[in-house]
């Protein structure tokens, strides 16, 4: 989670590194004080050279990195619709595979657009399955009413 950020977090140390010294000298204002401060930053020149070649290196590895997965987002519809094609809620569900089709179809409807909604066959069922119980219920509700009268009440 540390990787994105770590070549920022190493420039800072690294300035950090220079700049308190600086700022320890200039507030100090001794000349012993400078000479120690300077042979300081003059050791730390291989530290920071190593943390510059260290965060160059993590930076290329994450450019790198980017690239090779921004590569997948070239063709996202293609992309998505080849993984509803290979049906791999079936393959995780068993109990979905005889939806196979409507699956890649459905995912080619809202996709591509270039077929009717498939969902609409089915909530059309639905609905006449509804309406069909709905007329029955109306047909013999007089016939519910008076079991319904013939029964006394519990309470």
Not at 22 to 30: E, Q
Not at 50 to 71: D, K, M, N, Y
Not at 88 to 96: T, W
């Amino acid at each position: 989670i540390w990787v994105p950020i770590l070549p920022q977090l190493l420039v800072g140390f690294m300035s950090m590194m220079i700049a308190v010294p600086t700022v320890f000298t200039k507030i100090c204002r001794n000349s012993r004080t400078a000479r120690c401060m300077d042979l300081a930053l003059m050791q730390m020149g291989w530290l920071v050279m190593i943390i510059v070649i260290i965060s160059a290196v993590i930076s290329a590895v994450e450019v790198g990195f980017l690239v090779a997965v921004s590569c997948v987002c070239i063709d996202v519809d293609h992309l998505m619709y080849s993984y509803a094609d290979l049906n791999i809620i079936a393959q995780m569900k068993p109990s979905l595979a005889s939806m196979k089709d409507l699956i890649t179809d459905v995912t080619r409807f809202y996709i591509y657009g270039d077929i009717s909604n498939p969902l609409v066959e089915y909530l059309d069922k639905a609905q006449m399955t509804v309406d069909q119980v709905l007329d029955l219920y109306t047909e013999f509700k007089f016939g519910v009413d008076l079991i319904a009268l013939s029964c006394t009440p519990i309470f």
